[in-house]
């Protein structure tokens, strides 16, 4: 226990071997286990963090089943993992809410009590003999404060250690604990037994506790600094340098050490046994629970598939009422090419949003779940990409049946299929750049500063704006990675083969070949200059001709 900045968080993750959450720290000393040093790789300890992290769209009870199949070994039967299951439950007081959505900001869900007894029930799966958890009350109200309390109680009675930090508890959470370590800039005040006990070690040095006052508020008004000015700054340091050294120079391995260890001593073979790691399922198993688990996430949520569904509709008619039943003539070929361009573009920035923003905002669940050992990474990005298939192939399918018709592209069910397919499969090939981008950055707002700056250069490289010819030597390898380019050229292909076109003169292009092979009557620019308007037919032949020559 300790204030803010103490030092408590810090040194719960070292005791749990989370090194990585704290990149700044540097250890030094020793950290055993029952007199011997403690091997993260060998044990496994349960680690409950401040935020409670999980997947909004899935129910309690399948939160807790989907764990519980990544972390038991596989030679559990179904029966046995659900009859598990409903035991944490029960244990935690989750029943009544167990079909209940999670839910998370947006998404209205179960209460910030039954989320943090979820963490519990979801760390409890490895049956672990040690559980810390930092500060679980942060956030809730002083009923659900006491029922994560008691929670965390009764596990303590059942056999585990607890180790947990904590702020300022009321009372009687505070009477709950066994034993406290009051923390204050780093530095150790008090160690040892709780409840009466450091009232009484802190009267030695003139500091009684009211009576009718909570003992947790004393001691922590005690170890805190008072920045109230500057008189009170210097006292209450003053204040808490004297008692850490006090307690140093009062304090000893011998007196606080060997007590513990010949207390635990009798369950130290207890102990192995019940957190040795066990094996997991192989890969494929990691997969298929992931990808089922990542269905159900990206079929579940609504809200974000109406509004692409909108969005991808609204677009279709935007573009549609601009571009309206195109026909024939000359001036369409330039007008059928921009809208191309334009759908390859719209497609591929819809996916990639969508996508970019997945990886970070789901990278602490990842860590967290990782850190465990309940599977690899390869696994979770391919679940997230194939998931998101079947839902991301919808809204492509939309806008195409929407812009199709409007546009008057070519006028036959097999383009149409192939203008739809190239778009989708398009859209699939964004979506696995968006997951790759927010792999690599750390945050959803770098990821998607990052991912539309990538796509932004892939449609200047796409075929349509800067010919391939004058493209510098150092860029060159940028098309060939585009994805803009290749779905633009696939629709392309797929709408101008067997197209005719309008004509009047024999310099004007007739046929979609003409314009998808890029062919250029050179035969015909000396009579073009010869004309009156020969201006304005250069102007209008090369507007026809030089956009398909960037591909």
């Not at 300790?2 to 540097?26: D, F």
């Not at 009923?143 to 009687?172: N, W, Y």
């Not at 004297?242 to 304090?251: H, I």
Request: with cysteine.
């Amino acid at each position: 226990m300790g204030p803010s900045g103490s030092g408590k968080t810090t040194l719960l993750n070292v005791l749990a071997g989370q090194l990585m959450a704290s990149p700044r720290l540097h250890l030094s000393g020793l950290l055993e286990v029952n007199g011997k040093p403690s091997s993260n790789k060998a044990y496994k300890f349960a680690y409950v963090r401040q935020e409670d992290l999980f997947f909004s769209q899935l129910t309690v009870r399948e939160t807790l089943s989907l764990a519980a199949e990544l972390q038991l070994p596989e030679i559990l039967s179904v029966e046995e993992r659900d009859e598990y299951v409903n035991s944490l439950l029960f244990k935690l007081g989750l029943v009544s809410c167990a079909d209940s959505n999670v839910g998370d900001a947006k998404v209205r869900g179960i209460s910030g009590g039954e989320k943090k007894r979820l963490s519990l029930a979801c760390e409890l799966i490895a049956s672990p003999s040690v559980i810390y958890a930092d500060e679980p009350t942060t956030g809730l109200d002083a009923f659900q404060a006491e029922k994560v309390m008691e929670a965390l109680r009764q596990l303590a009675q059942d056999g585990h250690t607890v180790i947990c930090s904590i702020h300022q508890p009321r009372g009687s959470v505070y009477f709950k604990f066994d034993d406290i370590v009051l923390l204050t800039e780093g530095k150790l005040v008090y160690a040892g037994p709780a409840r009466d006990e450091p009232l009484a070690y802190f009267s030695r040095f003139g500091y009684t506790c009211p009576d009718h006052v909570n003992p947790a508020e004393f001691l922590a008004d005690l170890i805190s600094v008072d920045y109230s000015s500057a008189e009170s700054v210097y006292l209450s340091q003053k204040r808490i340098d004297s008692l850490a050294e006090s307690f140093l120079q009062r304090s000893s391995t011998i007196l606080y050490a060997s007590p513990l260890i010949s207390r635990e001593g009798y369950k130290k073979s207890k102990l192995q046994k019940r957190t040795i790691v066990k094996k997991k399922g192989g890969w494929w198993r990691q997969f298929w629970l992931l990808l089922r688990r990542a269905w159900m996430q990206a079929s579940r949520d609504g809200p974000t598939n109406k509004v692409r569904a909108r969005m991808s509709i609204a677009s279709a008619i935007i573009f549609g009422s601009v571009f309206w039943r195109m026909g024939r003539s000359q001036t369409s070929i330039q007008d059928r090419m921009g809208l191309l361009q334009v759908a390859a573009i719209n497609t591929a920035m819809a996916a990639l949003t969508k996508t970019v923003g997945v990886f970070p905002k789901e990278r602490a669940i990842v860590d967290r779940e990782r850190a465990k050992g309940s599977y690899a990474l390869g696994p979770y990005l391919l679940s997230k990409l194939i998931a998101e298939i079947p839902v991301g192939a919808a809204f492509p399918l939309m806008f195409g049946a929407v812009l199709y018709p409007m546009a008057r592209l070519h006028p036959t069910l097999s383009r149409f299929g192939k203008f739809c397919g190239i778009v989708t499969v398009e859209s699939f090939a964004a979506s696995a750049m968006g997951l790759t981008v927010g792999a690599m950055v750390p945050t959803t707002e770098a990821a998607m500063a990052v991912g539309p700056s990538l796509m932004t250069v892939f449609i200047v490289f796409g075929g349509y704006y800067v010919n391939a010819d004058n493209t510098p030597i150092i860029f060159r390898w940028i098309p060939r990675v585009s994805l803009i380019r290749w779905a633009f050229q696939g629709l392309c292909i797929n709408e101008f083969s067997g197209l005719q076109f309008d004509h009047q003169h024999s310099f004007d292009i007739q046929t979609g070949e003409q314009v998808r092979e890029g062919k250029k009557p050179v035969c015909f620019i000396k009579k073009i200059m010869e004309c009156k308007q020969n201006k304005k037919i250069i102007k209008m032949t090369i507007s026809y001709i030089a956009p398909w020559e960037t591909l």
